[in-house]
């Protein structure tokens, strides 16, 4: 059992495009919310939906863990979740309503959340979180868990007591210390449908990780709800001790970087370099600008 359940709406199979390219990657954003919440003492499990069917595999999930709060936390790391597809609007609609029935309080994070907040609160959801949420997320938690108030709490948006009106607990904040967060907790999914699913198509497995979060600059056509301007980078050793990790201990063979902005740091990079040279964990590395 777990107070929290974490999930996100991002259901491969529902995207014929990305089937055909099959490059599935774990949902970082909402496994870095899941540490958040283990280092803030809250018990947390999570579903992930990315290769398994929702329909069945969630109804189990509420079965099995009979969580408090459910959470629907999209990866803010990945282009894909931030598009705001309608099909996975839907499905999040349709998590939430689910979770209702078992009783729990619902939080949903994500870029479509914070753009369409009222349609998600008028279907199912109790909570939006805005900005660089996991701070806003552990202090939600701990106050609904502790029945302790919760309108003081920076970055929410929900519902007044008559459910009409939108009620607003301030602007988004921004997670200064997400870089000091611990690495995502991978271990509460499944990787192995992943390798899977690379080794079939690609002959190789392939995971994501990122080194630094938000993007400085102001370009006109990028939207960003979620970290605005603000940019923060993890210090080099701790995203190449990542690396040897998932080299060691996973298997993997492939890395991408879904960061928004790489390389924006020269020192940080040659840092990198160095860190990777002197922990022997080399791998085939493949930059990519996640566009916001």
Not at 147 to 158: E, F, K, Q, V
Not at 249 to 264: M, N, S
Request: with cysteine.
């Amino acid at each position: 059992m777990a107070d929290v359940l974490l999930t996100h709406s991002y259901h491969l199979p529902y995207d014929p495009k990305q089937v055909r390219k099959m490059q599935p990657y774990p949902p970082l954003g909402t496994l870095y919310a899941a540490s958040a919440l283990r280092a803030g003492k809250i018990p947390v499990a999570v579903f992930d939906t990315m290769l398994e069917d929702p329909n069945p595999g969630f109804a189990v999930a509420l079965l099995q863990h009979r969580p408090k709060l459910v959470v629907i936390y999209e990866d803010d790391f990945n282009f894909l979740s931030k598009m705001c597809l309608t099909r996975m609007r839907e499905l999040a609609w349709q998590l939430a309503r689910q979770a209702k029935e078992a009783g729990a309080v619902v939080i949903a994070h994500g870029s479509d959340m914070t753009d369409q907040a009222e349609s998600y609160l008028r279907n199912g959801v109790d909570f939006i979180l805005l900005g660089e949420a996991e701070g806003t997320l552990v202090e939600l938690c701990f106050a609904i868990v502790s029945a302790r108030p919760y309108s003081d709490i920076p970055g929410l948006i929900y519902l007044d007591a008559t459910g009409t009106l939108l009620k607003s607990s301030g602007g988004a904040p921004k997670n200064a210390s997400w870089s000091a967060l611990p690495r995502p907790a991978r271990e509460l999914i499944d990787l192995a449908p992943y390798r899977q699913a690379w080794s079939a198509a690609h002959g190789r497995f392939s995971t994501n990780v990122v080194a630094s979060r938000g993007c400085p600059y102001r370009c006109n056509w990028c939207a960003k709800p979620i970290s605005g301007n603000k940019f923060q980078i993890r210090p080099a050793r701790s995203v190449a001790a990542e690396i040897r990790e998932l080299k060691e201990v996973y298997g993997v063979e492939h890395i991408w970087f879904g960061d928004d902005v790489f390389a924006l740091n020269h020192q940080w990079v040659q840092d990198f370099a160095d860190e990777i040279e002197t922990m022997k964990c080399a791998l085939p590395l493949r930059f990519s600008l996640a566009l916001i």
